[in-house]
Structure formats: structure tokens, C-alpha cells
């Protein structure tokens, strides 16, 4: 069992998503950044779609009651394990009583946190991502407690190190693909849509990160059609909107963009005020 102490900015249990039930308009949601998540579960042995806690900006005060190992990645939030400082991308035995915290944000916005054998929390339509109206919490509280699977470990001797690559957190350069209403702009629209470099406003959550920047929108608006994560909407005052993992299904602004999913984890690790720009990718 973990209790939460504190809980942090934004903390949630969440894991590659919900598959399969979109036509009743429910979300994928799931991790923010893939790849930090699946490496921390990698880290552990389990299996790299296996539920994690995600935590935004501000780290949570953890405090274990049972052996287990843990690997926490994505965002660098001065993690210490009872006071003494650890590190990132790394295999952490835990005892009974031991207390994880993390503190001020150094680089990147998410961290991710996989314990051996995984979360035992609520399973919604085959998932454990918290979100609202779908599982009972959408967000960790102070004194929640989160059920693990008790384990251990055997200590062995290793012989080799893995390597991880953190450069996609620091990229400003998003790869994107042409969304279905891309080529209905003008090679004006698209030049200056791939040209711009745009900063992220503070409406920014799971759900989309809206841009500061204004593109000039001409187009009428479509018929409603469906949206994932990664795609570009441009609205009728010319403000563009990516969607993030917590989006809706469908919408009704032009889809001129589809990012990657490297572009979808580099700026899930992106916060307010930072500059990105997109990058076509053919």
C-alpha cells in the first residue's frame, strides 16, 4: 500500500488508455508521455503499458508500507528517497515506512512513477486512467491510499547500463503530418502555419494546449467529424488548439495538423510560455 501525504500540483493514476469505446464519446486519455512512462515501467519489469503515476509540475510526498522496487522518469522534480536525494531512470528498492517526495520542477513538466507488479487501483472499461465522470477520482488527495502488489526483487550483480535519451523533453520542433483539412488552406495559411513559432498560453491541460498565436482562418467551419490526440484544430478567430490525451472524440473546427506521438510526449513535458513549432513531416 502507498499512502498519498501530499499529493502534489496534479497526480493521477493513469495507463495507456481506453481502447474501444469511443463511438460512446468516451476518451482515450491514459499518459500524457508515453515514453517516459513506458521506460519507468521497463525499469521494473513490467509490462510498458502498465498504470503509473503521472505528476505535473509539482511531485507528491509518497510513504510505502510494503517492500517493492520503483522507477520514476519524464520530468526531473529533485526526487528523495527519506531526505536523501535519487536519481531519475533508475531501479530504487523500497522497505516498509520508506517515504518518497518530490520537490521543485528542474526540467520537463510530467514525471512518471511505475512500482514493480503495478498499480492495484480502479479498472474502468479495461483501464486504470483516472478521469472525471468515468472512474470514481480523477485525481490523487492527500491521504489516498493506492493498493500495490507486494514484491521483491532478487539482488543481483549487472554488468551493463541503459541509456536513456531526454533530448525530445528540451525539442521546441514538433513533427506533424497534414490533418484532413490541411490542404484547404492557402499556401499562404500553410507557410505561415509551419513557419510560426508559437507559444503555449496557460490554457493548457489533458485535455488540449492552446497556442498564443493567431493564424488567419478563412475556412467555414465543418461538419463534425472525430479528433484524437495529437490533432490540430484551427477555431474561427484563428487560435489553434492541440489535443492532448484527455480530449473529446469528435469536434467542428478544421483538423490542420496531426502530430506524432514523439511530438505528443515532447510537448506533454512542455508547460506556459515555452515556444514550439510545427515540422511536416511527408
Given amino acids: 500500500m502507498i499512502k498519498v501525504l501530499k ?7 493513469q495507463d495507456f488508455g481506453r481502447y474501444g469505446y469511443q463511438e460512446f464519446g468516451v476518451p482515450f486519455s491514459g499518459v500524457m508521455d508515453r515514453k517516459a512512462a513506458a521506460f519507468a515501467n521497463s525499469l521494473v519489469g513490467n509490462g510498458e503499458d502498465e498504470a503509473v503515476l503521472e505528476m505535473t509540475m509539482l511531485g507528491a510526498s ?9 522507477a520514476f522518469s519524464g520530468a526531473h522534480m529533485d526526487a528523495k528517497l527519506n531526505g536523501v536525494g535519487i536519481m531519475n531512470n533508475s531501479l530504487i528498492a523500497i522497505n516498509p515506512g520508506d517515504i518518497l517526495s518530490f520537490g521543485k520542477l528542474k526540467l520537463g513538466f510530467r514525471c512518471y512513477l511505475a512500482v514493480l507488479s503495478g498499480f492495484n487501483t480502479e479498472t474502468v472499461m479495461k483501464s486504470k486512467s483516472m478521469y472525471p465522470n468515468i472512474t470514481k477520482a480523477s485525481r490523487l488527495l492527500k491521504n489516498n491510499e493506492l493498493a500495490i502488489n507486494a514484491s521483491s526483487l532478487e539482488s543481483q550483480n549487472t554488468y551493463s547500463r541503459i541509456r536513456y535519451d531526454e533530448s525530445y523533453m528540451n525539442s521546441s520542433t514538433l513533427e506533424v503530418y497534414g490533418g484532413p483539412e490541411f490542404e484547404i488552406l492557402t499556401d499562404t495559411q500553410q507557410n505561415e502555419l509551419l513557419s510560426t ?16 498565436e493567431n493564424l488567419q482562418n478563412d475556412l467555414m467551419a465543418i461538419i463534425t467529424g472525430p479528433v484524437i490526440p495529437g490533432t490540430v484544430q484551427l477555431t474561427p478567430s484563428g487560435k489553434l488548439i492541440v489535443l492532448m490525451r484527455d480530449c473529446q472524440t469528435t469536434g467542428g473546427y478544421p483538423r490542420v495538423l496531426q502530430l506524432s506521438e514523439t511530438a505528443i510526449n515532447s510537448l506533454s513535458q512542455k508547460y506556459t510560455g515555452q515556444a514550439i513549432s510545427f515540422k511536416l513531416s511527408k
Fill in 62 to 70: 509518497l510513504q510505502f508500507s510494503v517492500n517493492t522496487h520503483i
Fill in 197 to 212: 513559432c508559437f507559444t503555449i498560453s496557460n490554457n493548457n491541460s489533458r485535455m488540449g494546449y492552446q497556442l498564443n
Fill in 7 to 13: 499529493a502534489g500540483f496534479y497526480s493521477s493514476i
